[in-house]
């Protein structure tokens, strides 16, 4: 953290200039990632400066993570920071400089006295303003590269009003959301808080989590509260933003009592989400699913804000809410050794007859059991880069 330091102040302002919200790049949370979850020499935070005139302005900051090759990845990566609570990875870089920051950047990242072999980020929106950029400038610089779709994202775009995203739902979904609230409100006093600070609630992370743990995640040992190093991140996390009105913890109460919360945090004029909490007590009235539509009902009348991020998969129950999908891409990127551009060779055949085989297998029956022992073959090297990055 102590190298990192000296950055913040110019970090914090070019959240601000950003080509694209990413609260997931944002110094309070990679800084927290820093201290709670990164070893010694794992990390490698990149800034990249602009001086003119002897004015120094930071123009792109990337965060990176190195993997060492092993049986399953034959090459060392680099791969954009994934921790186990961000999930958007490709950097931040200045709107007014871009191209120019990317050229930088990129120039720096392929120096061939690097160690590491290929490059990879991990999640990002084919709907991004940074992803034609950066296509564009490895195409420019005649940089070897490989983009694969990974999977879908729930996203939330703002409507007219509230009334017009409850108009976009379905008629079921309606019809159980009006039921249950009713519901609700006939039990007692029903309250609904937004807190974009600590003024009402100094133990607000606290309270979230001891929420969080009275659920299935408590039960898995999956909540926040069940680790150490998780409960001091998320901490961290909302403290911090806290400080400066960019939290958005939506929490429904009933008779006075917390019932559910959902956890999420601004940047830009961007919503993203993060963790939601209930009591399992009062599951009668869905309250988890009653606290994120609140949620987004109070994200429409909040000014300033266009869009949310899911921060989750499609197969996530967020998207029976949040109904705009956008597909997440993988990126690799060649490094000049022979080896990197030989192992992207061979993925994008892999690839390519795998695409073959199923188109066959959908035109003829026959050919199923075949596929099947192809895909296991040559799943291999495919799938073992994945899972090296997120393990």
Request: charged letters at 20%; proline letters at 4%; a positive charge.
């Amino acid at each position: 953290m102590s190298e990192v330091e000296p950055h913040l102040t110019a970090w914090h302002d070019l959240a601000t200039r950003a080509l694209e919200d990413n609260f997931y790049l944002s110094p309070d949370f990679i800084s927290a990632v820093l201290r709670r979850y990164v070893t010694k020499n794992r990390a490698l935070i990149v800034f990249v400066y602009r001086i003119d005139d002897q004015v120094e302005s930071l123009v792109a900051v990337a965060s990176f993570s190195l993997r060492r090759s092993n049986w399953r990845m034959p090459l060392p990566v680099l791969c954009g920071m994934i921790s186990p609570h961000g999930f958007l990875s490709h950097p931040l870089v200045d709107r007014q400089d871009a191209s120019a920051a990317l050229q930088a950047l990129n120039e720096w990242l392929l120096r061939p006295e690097h160690p590491w072999r290929l490059i990879f980020f991990y999640g990002i929106s084919e709907t991004s303003p940074f992803f034609p950029r950066l296509q564009a400038e490895l195409t420019r610089q005649k940089v070897r590269f490989l983009s694969k779709p990974m999977f879908l994202r729930p996203m939330l775009h703002r409507h007219e009003n509230f009334n017009a995203y409850l108009a976009a739902l379905s008629s079921a979904r309606r019809k159980n959301f009006r039921r249950r609230w009713q519901q609700l409100q006939a039990a007692g006093s029903v309250e609904v808080i937004l807190h974009q600070n600590l003024a009402r609630s100094v133990r607000l992370a606290d309270d979230f989590m001891q929420l969080e743990r009275l659920g299935w995640k408590g039960m898995r040992g999956t909540a926040l509260a069940c680790k150490s190093a998780d409960a001091d991140f998320f901490r961290d996390l909302v403290n911090s933003n806290a400080a400066t009105n960019r939290l958005f913890f939506v929490e429904l109460k009933l008779n006075g009592r917390s019932i559910a919360m959902t956890a999420n945090f601004l940047c830009g004029q961007t919503l993203f989400a993060f963790k939601i909490a209930y009591d399992p007590q009062f599951q009668i009235y869905s309250p988890g699913i009653l606290a994120e539509i609140q949620t987004v009902k109070l994200f429409h009348e909040t000014a300033g804000l266009v869009k949310g991020e899911g921060g989750a998969t499609g197969n996530s129950y967020l998207r029976s809410y949040w109904r705009d999908m956008t597909q997440m891409q993988g990126l690799y990127i060649a490094t000049p050794h022979r080896r990197s551009q030989v192992y992207l060779l061979f993925l994008s055949a892999v690839w390519r007859i795998k695409n073959i085989f199923r188109q066959i297998t959908h035109r003829s029956s026959k050919l199923f059991c075949a596929n099947v022992c192809f895909d296991n073959f040559y799943s291999l090297n495919e799938t073992a880069l994945a899972c090296c990055q997120l393990t």
